[in-house]
């Protein structure tokens, strides 16, 4: 199998390579040479375009941030040819991104009138870490047969494939559990403001929430790692504070569409998210 790959950010650099290392064909593309660079030195061949990364490729990975990068790089525009002026009758595109179920249907409504396939196949289980471990979990949407013929690729970069169900599903799925992690570090953070204001620090409440404590997470287990380790990451584009911003309006835009009655993401979006952007996650 020929593997085109779209986007070398910090979590598309290690799936890439894991790729490469499992002896797949594998042809990249990123804005940033260093990255596209990094990948040749290992044994993949760099292309000039999205649409060139698609001529070659019988599976096309995307791992971009958002809805409209995913429309560049795959719909393409008269200045840039995307992966779809490239990609020929029975390939599949694999779309990794977090984002809009409807957006994944709004493009592979136009790769099947070409006779391409696409899949959502969102990523979870450690970040880039993870990504670069090849120890990532997939959550995959999309036909059979088109989830059939990504799956010795997605099984390079992964160590569990979950097909959830037909298109938009992986995404969906990937949304709610963002979802739920994102309310836990809300209530984590409150949490330790409330604790503190009573007098016990931190660490404190942390550790005997942590020792058998009805109200501990993974959140609250991991909090020192989350506030101090990571601390480079929280700030930017794409850092945790823009991620933890751009989920929240997922799932809530995701409850709206459907009908379904969310108050307390609704509380998220309107009265939280806001205070994060101005002060800072872990304020």
Do not use: Y
């Amino acid at each position: 199998m020929r593997v085109g790959f779209i986007g070398l950010g910090n979590m598309g650099l290690g799936m890439a390579r894991n790729l490469v290392k499992a002896g797949f064909e594998t042809f990249v593309r990123d804005l940033r040479q260093a990255a596209v660079d990094e990948l040749v030195a290992a044994g993949a061949t760099a292309a000039g375009s999205s649409a060139e990364v698609a001529r070659d490729a019988d599976l096309i990975c995307v791992a971009v941030f958002t809805s409209e990068q995913i429309r560049q790089v795959v719909l393409g525009s008269e200045d840039e040819p995307g992966v779809l002026a490239g990609a020929r009758p029975g390939s599949v595109v694999a779309l990794h991104s977090t984002i809009e179920p409807a957006v994944v249907a709004e493009v592979a409504g136009a790769a099947a009138e070409l006779g391409v396939q696409v899949i959502d196949v969102a990523m979870t289980g450690g970040g880039d870490v993870a990504a670069a471990d090849g120890t990532l979990t997939f959550l995959v949407g999309g036909d059979e047969a088109a989830v059939a013929l990504a799956r010795p690729a997605l099984a390079a970069m992964s160590r569990s494939i979950h097909h959830v169900g037909g298109l938009g599903s992986g995404v969906t799925a990937k949304i709610v559990s963002n979802f739920l992690l994102d309310g836990t570090i809300a209530l984590v953070r409150e949490a330790l403001r409330i604790a503190e204001s009573g007098g016990i620090p931190e660490s404190r409440i942390l550790e005997i929430v942590g020792d058998g404590g009805v109200g501990s997470s993974w959140v609250s287990n991991n909090w020192p790692r989350i506030r101090t380790q990571e601390a480079e990451h929280w700030d930017g584009a794409r850092g945790v504070v823009a991620m933890w911003h751009k989920d929240v309006k997922l799932a809530h835009s995701l409850a709206r569409a459907n009908g379904v009655h969310a108050p307390v993401l609704g509380f998220l979006v309107s009265d939280i998210a806001p205070e994060i952007t101005d002060r800072g996650l872990t304020v």
